[in-house]
């Protein structure tokens, strides 16, 4: 029979990334966690997060740490722009959306900027990566850009025109999903003289 220990770092190899919750399921007592990391064993990487030591941290561990914290939540905005490569900004927090009617997460590691989104928003246009171990749900690209058109406000137009210019000049998609998108999120008319300038 594989003890607590083993049980806890077999979790770990498998799943990348840790919570405290995880493994209070498996029945395996928290102290476990605890143990494991003043052996050196595992490195705690937040608050009820930890990980193999020498764990390759990816360009993308904040989002596999906030999808591993929030996994209902969709990664969104700037931070979707980020995994998609179709910005120059390096937000510090990771924007990620909840469901409407959803309790606001309580996490401290990593910070996260909270978007709201409801009915189809919260399903459509959403694509699921693994990173390090973890799933994480991104919104597709052209449902980034037009996300950004419809939440300007909040990250600035110049930073939704630069997400349109590179959607268009990295062929992210094709004008069609961008459209659809656009659609969709109702911004079908704030973007068309953008989409013409560029054309």
């Not at 930890?50 to 939540?73: I, W």
């Not at 937000?91 to 978007?115: G, N, S, T």
């Not at 749900?137 to 600035?156: H, L, M, Q, W």
Request: glycine share 6%; net charge positive.
């Amino acid at each position: 029979m594989p003890t607590n220990a083993e049980k806890v770092l077999t979790l770990a190899r498998k799943r990348g990334i840790l919570r405290t919750r995880d493994v209070v399921a498996k029945g395996i007592p928290r102290v476990t966690l605890t143990r494991l990391e003043q052996a050196g064993s595992l490195d705690r990487i937040g608050r009820g997060l930890y990980s193999l030591p020498g764990t390759d941290v990816s360009e993308h561990h904040a989002l596999a740490a906030a999808s591993k914290r929030v996994p209902q939540g969709i990664v969104c905005l700037l931070s979707a722009l980020r995994f998609h490569g179709m910005t120059t900004q390096q937000p510090f927090e990771v924007w990620m959306a909840v469901d409407q009617k959803a309790r606001r997460p309580a996490v401290d590691y990593p910070p996260l900027r909270i978007v709201r989104f409801a009915g189809a928003a919260i399903t459509d246009g959403i694509q699921s990566h693994k990173i390090e171990g973890v799933p994480v749900r991104v919104t597709d690209p052209a449902r980034t850009v037009a996300d950004c058109f419809r939440y300007r406000n909040k990250i600035g137009i110049d930073v939704a025109i630069e997400a349109l210019r590179d959607y268009r000049r990295l062929r992210k998609g094709s004008l069609d999903a961008l459209a659809k998108a656009a659609q969709a999120r109702r911004v079908a008319e704030v973007m068309r003289p953008y989409l013409e300038a560029l054309a």
